[in-house]
């Protein structure tokens, strides 16, 4: 086993392996950007090291600070986290090159995934379900044409290079084809440098589901049951549960097949997700494979009993998996909530700033990975994921009390959160019954705009009536002043016709000039 690790990443997921590192006897170093001299990951760790500037290249993604912190300081081994160099092939390469052992799968098991035509070829002579289309590039708008014709529209253009949304293009008919095919090229070579682009068939508002895979270097592989990652907005994940609400042990056995077959195709090891998209009959295709420890790994731990950190240490360290297929047993529902420094009243704009009151959840059925605490400053530098409130129960409703309850207690002073729109989700009527997509956020979300717009025109309809009444009576006002002698009585003492007195119709009037 390593004696010392090396966690190159900040924030709640550097904690969070900090964590698995401390049960395991393991001492733990970290390195840390300008910004983050105070961060949590820094105050929890054995040893850090400042290794530069706050902007990523200069810091968390320069790869020869990092080695040379790893030389420094005699760790064995590097976890990368997720985001940074987590995916990438290069350091995992320099990793093996310096005799630091990259806890994550080989370079070549990335590189088999990073190219998404590279991926379905692969996965084509796998035998692995995936989406109708080209598993080259298209070389010509011809071809396109083609192509787009057989599996049918809508067609879905998207970058080999990309993952994730960039660079792709969805075309509802053949004559948009020749026009979102040149966008996403050059889409494609502005993000990537390759402007390499393939088509599929669209599916209409899929399912995302993923599939978690373990597997060891001894050519041992399991899957770990499936996340429901629906709850997404523009390609970021907000919510996500596992397992999820649409799967039965038939669907789940056969996509789980599915996703060790992809693992084993790319030679894979260690820890691992399989992406599917899910169609409305249920028909699910591969999408792709992303090759690292995901943020929402905690609710699969939740319901497996697994620590998928321990496991990836273990399988680096070149253990063999402690156990068989059969041995894995799902228990429970458990949800996340992804709490974002953002500001929903404000487009979702990154809020930095200083946490001036922190009151945290806890209680039955509540996991909550964290990088913040009460007095830090939140930098604007980096992604805005503050820490990830996960809920459990027997089943679903009970994790979804238990998660409302909870969020119910956060509180967080000082910056903007988004843990409002989780109690919004968790009340809603479509997210209870389990009915989710991939459009699902934004139906919500569009929903609540509606119903502000409305509520502000009835507020409208309030004033005009006001407005209405008082200048109805400004009017007969008026008309009394040009007719003293009218029905009302012009000098009379009786009060006008209309409401109130006139002291107060006047006072009124005054009000509203
Ligand atoms: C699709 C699709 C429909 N049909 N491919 C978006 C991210 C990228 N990894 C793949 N994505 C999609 N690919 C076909 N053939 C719909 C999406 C998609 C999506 C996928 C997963 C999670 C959220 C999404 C939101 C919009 C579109």
Redesign the pocket.
Known sequence: MFNKILIANRGEIAVRVLRACHEMGIAAVVVYSDVDRAALHVRKADEAYPIGQATAAESYLNIPKILDVARRSGADAIHPGYGFLSENAKFAQACADAGVKFIGPSAAAMNAMGSKTRARQAMDRAGVPF?P?TSRGVESFEEAEQVAARVGYPV?L?AAAG???KG?RLVHAPEHLKSSLEAARSEAERAFADSEVYI????VN?R?IEMQVLADEHGNAVYLGERE??L?RR?QKVLEEAPSPIVDPDMRRRMGEVAVRVAEAAAYTNAGTV?F?VDQEKNFYF??MNTRLQVEHPVTELITGLDLVHLQIRIAAGEKLPFKQEDIKLRGHAIECRIYAEDPDNNYFPSPGRITLLLAPSGPGIRRDSGMYEGWNVPIDYDPLLAKLIGYGTDRDQAIARLTRALGEYFVGGIKTNIALFRRILRDEDFRAAKLD?GFLDRMLQRAEDKRIDSRAAEVAAVAAGLFAALGSTAQGLAAQEAPDSTTGGGSKQPSNGPGSNWKNASRREALR
């Open positions: 989406v289309g879905m998207k993952g994730g949304g792709m599929e068939k669209a599916i899929p995302h990652c629906s997404q390609h992406e998209l999408l792709e991939t």
